[in-house]
């Protein structure tokens, strides 16, 4: 979650045990940390993942959570300040748990490429294989690797308005269409 700067520490976790909200600065890093959960939750279910883990200083072992375990713990501190008691994971198998910190990196390497902005391709102009999903986000082509940045950005061109001939001209003068 928060890195060690941001967050709490030790004893002092803001809302365990709280009589109220809390202060605004730490319902500010709880919500991040929702926000965080559930871009998290969006690129990584679709790979098997059921949730994170998270390395525990206190009691030097990793701890496994479930999506929907997290969500509702941090809602609660968020809404709250408490933090609800909840049985730790039976018998997790560590494979279906990607952590916390790779997680954070790997969606802002995401955000970053701007995968979240890009055109959807709905299949690849050379072998036809209909794509969907988080395929649909590729760079390459699952079945055949073609690339499938000539089409979205002929399609990015189509929509600003280019006729199709400028958009011939422009794809050969980048190198995106062969002679």
């Keep these: ?51 994170v883990s998270m390395w525990c200083h206190d009691c030097d072992e990793e701890h496994f959570y479930r999506w929907e375990l997290l969500r509702g713990s941090l809602q609660t501190l968020l809404e709250t300040g408490d933090i609800p008691v909840h049985e730790p994971a039976f018998s997790p198998d560590p494979d279906e748990y990607v952590p916390w910190e790779y997680a954070r990196g790997y969606v802002d390497a995401l955000r970053d490429a ?43 061109l189509a929509t600003a308005g280019l006729a199709e001939d400028a958009i011939e001209t422009a794809m050969r003068a980048a190198g995106l269409l062969s002679i």
Excluded at 2 to 22: C, E, M, N, Q, Y
Excluded at 116 to 132: A, I, K
């Design 1 to 51: 979650m928060h890195s060690d700067d941001d967050a709490f520490d030790g004893d002092d976790i803001g809302g365990i045990g709280a009589d109220g909200p809390l202060p605004e600065d730490e319902s500010r890093l709880v919500a991040q940390d929702l926000d965080d959960l559930e871009a998290f939750e969006r690129v990584f279910t679709d790979e098997g993942i059921k949730g």
């Design 114 to 156: 701007g995968v979240d902005e890009r055109l959807p391709v709905s299949g690849c102009g050379r072998c036809g294989m209909e794509l969907d999903g988080p395929l649909m986000a590729a760079n390459w082509c699952p079945r055949c690797a073609s690339p499938l940045m000539g089409q979205r950005l002929r399609e990015a």
